[in-house]
């Protein structure tokens, strides 16, 4: 199917501020990408930075969108080790599969005018409030030790973001497989006894495959 | 004591390829920031590139010249906990106390020619080399469990170099405790029973505290 102009738009752009960032991308790069004339571009998509802010909204909202559909739908409450592990692997898999996407989204934020900031800020702390709560849920219930949550939070979160850094989808190593390696991980980092998986985790791995469209 | 003119062109240089890229970034943004003409600057500095290629060369030649001074010059080897340990701290204390530096090294290496980009991908392969090494001792004692260990480097790397997107040193954390709690995290992602900390972390610190001048 062919794309729309909207969608070469797009793409163009979150190649092109992936690679050479928002400052470094013309208004004319973008049109030449996409094959239409600067006038066009202005016509179809508004300002360069409408198009940023929904390359950032689309991004957020599909991993917000992911985190609730795998947390919230089921049956009984996830127990906290298999929520972090749902978490992770929903992170590790958006950010190897939209490697560009998730980079405009860490690295542009402060290209952004105020209103927009705020409204992408508003989107990232909804987002990272999941996993406060989740690991706040595991303190309280004695299975997660996090003396300083706030870092470890952090720390895991740039751990599972800076795969969209390194990971090839051509190595040797599977993403469903890399997924459960870093919830491996996150689970150790809490001081947790519980092995990584669970429903939570399996469900994730269901919805990051309909969400960022990834092969099994 | 006043700044010299490369030393001047080199912060705004710093600065600049943080905030808006390498590409983002002009000649004129270059000469204006610095205070000087943009003939000077070319006479002062060569070409934008030069400019990105000292500024990287720098951070990296620092980071390596602290891993070695931590680790190489310890009365006896170093236990593989300990050693983790001192890496982890003098990544995670170079990454708070030059986010803008580091910034520029882990996202504009795509920005360089392809000689240039031969030696920093070099250098930068010297330094994961002393953890790979670190890990693999780890393994080979049994006192590091990493079924996948370049995985488990990366997430390490990509952890701890995050600090520079978080912390802020007028934050309530100070930059030791941080760089202890790093450790901790570290040690439990290898699955190791020793406490962080050691002579070889105490050694990274003075080191870190000389290499990029932070106040104890």
């Given at each position: 199917m062919?794309?729309?102009?909207?969608?070469?738009?797009?793409?163009a752009a979150v190649k092109l501020f992936a690679a050479k960032g928002f400052h470094g991308t013309g208004i004319?790069?973008?049109?030449?990408?996409?094959?239409?004339?600067?006038a066009s571009l202005y016509h179809y998509m508004g300002t360069k930075e409408d198009l940023l802010?929904?390359?950032?909204?689309?991004?957020?909202?599909r991993l917000l969108l992911?985190?609730?559909?795998?947390?919230?739908?089921?049956d009984e409450p996830a127990d906290p080790a298999d929520a972090l592990s749902a978490l992770v692997t929903l992170h590790v898999m958006a950010h190897a599969?939209?490697?560009?996407?998730?980079?405009?989204?860490?690295?542009?934020?402060?290209?952004?005018?105020?209103?927009?900031?705020?409204?992408?800020?508003?989107?990232?702390?909804?987002?990272?409030?999941?996993?406060?709560?989740?690991?706040?849920?595991?303190v309280a219930a004695g299975v997660f030790d996090a003396p300083e949550p706030a870092v470890t939070r952090l720390a895991l979160l740039e751990?599972?973001?800076?795969?969209?850094?390194?990971?090839?989808?051509?190595?040797?190593?599977?993403?469903?497989r890399?997924?459960?390696?870093?919830?491996?991980?996150?689970?150790?980092?809490?001081g947790s006894p519980s092995p990584p998986g669970g429903k939570a985790a399996e469900r994730a791995r269901e919805v990051a495959a309909q969400v960022w469209r990834i092969r099994p």
């Open positions: 062919a794309l729309t102009t909207e969608q070469r738009v797009h793409r004319r790069d973008l049109a030449q990408a996409a094959g239409i004339s600067s802010v929904g390359i950032m909204r689309e991004c957020l909202d992911a985190a609730r559909q795998t947390l919230d739908t089921m599969a939209q490697p560009d996407e998730t980079r405009v989204v860490d690295n542009e934020v402060s290209a952004l005018s105020r209103p927009a900031r705020r409204r992408i800020v508003g989107l990232r702390d909804e987002y990272e409030d999941i996993w406060v709560t989740t690991i706040a849920k595991g751990m599972c973001t800076g795969v969209a850094r390194w990971y090839s989808p051509r190595g040797p190593l599977p993403l469903d890399l997924a459960a390696r870093y919830a491996q991980l996150a689970l150790r980092m809490l």
